[in-house]
Nanobody, 123 residues
Framework: QVQLVESGGGLAQAGGSLRLSCAAS????????MGWYRQAPEKQRELVAV???????NYADSVKGRFTISRDNAKNTVYLQMNSLKAEVIAVYYC?????????????????WGEGTQGIVPS
């Protein structure tokens, strides 16, 4: 299967920045979509930013102009640069990837979540 490992979360001041990374590991044949979701306490998980199958990007309206998703295809890694962070934001950021992986002599679908990394912007 394919594992996703996030890093880069932590404590930031309002107006500051955080940069998250997510690396996919495994025998990956292709990645169709890869991006970031977040979940605040007592709220549903929501999309933050994602690369679509066609290579375009989608952002939540609440982060447009402040967050930027980028990727390094050679490393199967996506990044999320978060600028102008807002106060009182406490959320766990999850990486999500969907694609195909090599399973011995076969190719199979995968849809993986990372374990999450927490971002905290105290009010």
């Amino acid at each position: 299967q394919v594992q996703l490992v996030e890093s880069g979360g932590g404590l930031a001041q309002a107006g500051g920045s955080l940069r998250l990374s997510c690396a996919a590991s495994g025998i990956i044949f292709s990645i169709n979509t890869m991006g970031w979701y977040r979940q605040a306490p007592e709220k549903q998980r929501e999309l933050v930013a994602v690369f679509t199958k066609g290579g375009s990007t989608n952002y939540a309206d609440s982060v447009k102009g402040r967050f930027t998703i980028s990727r390094d295809n050679a490393k199967n890694t996506v990044y999320l640069q978060m600028n102008s962070l807002k106060a009182e934001v406490i959320a766990v950021y999850y990486c999500r990837a969907v694609g195909l992986y090599a399973c011995g002599s076969c190719v199979s679908d995968f849809a993986s979540w990372g374990e999450g990394t927490q971002g905290i912007v105290p009010s």
